[in-house]
């Protein structure tokens, strides 16, 4: 079956300008996760989404940073005024629920984000 | 502040010796521990875990150990193989936290030569 996509896998931008980065979560899987992982550096959380339920952003490291998550499923990671310490890879994962001991989560190629 | 730590940052190691990866931690609320492996270009694939009750979990060529005293973990792989090349990455659960939530340390590369 299909795993978790991510469009696009790179991604080169100006200073200054949003960026929109996508996920498409395997089929069934209830719960989203949007890290990222800056060089040399481990994976950072920045947001969940499970079902219905509201995220939670506690990782999201600024104002400039949002997601969103369109009839439970696919996911869009927007960034505004992106900066040079936004460069990073961004991944996104989904698993089943989410819930109780930790769910495997699976996660998709990531798109490389480079801010000039 | 690191809570997971791997502070190998590379290991290279000869086809069909042991390939032992660490990693510690700072969190006492930890209760559940994960091992990724993340090929270039591909997200991060799970490959074992354990929960703190326990102090062994077996899979195959992978095991995993626990040491809680020493906040400790360690990835044993057995034989190792030249498709065991990759950054393995160890990750953590705060029991005080959010169930879904993974602390992550920055991953080791291993390096199984031929």
């Known amino acids: 079956g299909a795993g978790v996509s991510q469009s696009p896998s790179n991604k080169v931008t100006e200073k200054g300008k949003d960026v929109e980065l996508r996920c498409d979560p395997i089929?069934?899987?209830?719960?989203l996760y949007w890290y990222r992982q800056s060089l040399g550096q481990g994976l950072e959380f920045l947001i969940y989404?499970?079902?219905?339920?509201?995220?939670?952003k506690s990782g999201l490291p600024s104002d400039r940073f949002s997601a969103e998550r369109t009839g439970g499923s696919v996911s869009t990671l927007t960034i505004q005024r992106t900066q040079q310490e936004d460069s990073a890879v961004y991944l996104c994962?989904?698993?089943?629920?989410?819930?109780?001991?930790?769910?495997?989560?699976?996660f998709g190629p990531g798109t490389r984000l480079t801010v000039l | 502040d690191q809570q997971v730590k791997q502070n190998s940052p590379s290991l290279s190691v000869q086809e069909g010796r042991i390939s032992i990866l660490n990693c510690d931690y700072t969190?006492?609320?930890?209760?559940?521990f994960l091992w990724y492996k993340k090929y270039p270009a591909e997200g991060p694939t799970f490959l074992i875990s354990?929960?703190?009750?326990?102090d062994k979990n077996e899979d195959g060529r992978f095991t995993v150990f626990l040491n809680k005293s020493a906040k400790h973990l360690s990835l044993h792989i057995v034989p190792s193989q030249p498709g065991d090349s990759a950054v393995y990455f160890c990750?953590?659960?705060?029991?005080?936290?959010?169930?879904?939530?993974?602390?992550f340390g920055k991953g080791t590369l291993l390096t199984v030569n031929p």
């Open positions: 994962a989904s698993s089943y629920s989410g819930t109780g001991t930790p769910d495997t989560q699976y």
């Open positions: 089929s069934g899987h209830t719960a």
């Open positions: 989404f499970q079902g219905n339920s509201a995220p939670d």
């Open positions: 969190n006492s609320m930890f209760d559940y």
């Open positions: 354990i929960s703190s009750i326990k």
């Open positions: 990750a953590a659960r705060d029991s005080g936290g959010s169930n879904y939530k993974l602390t």
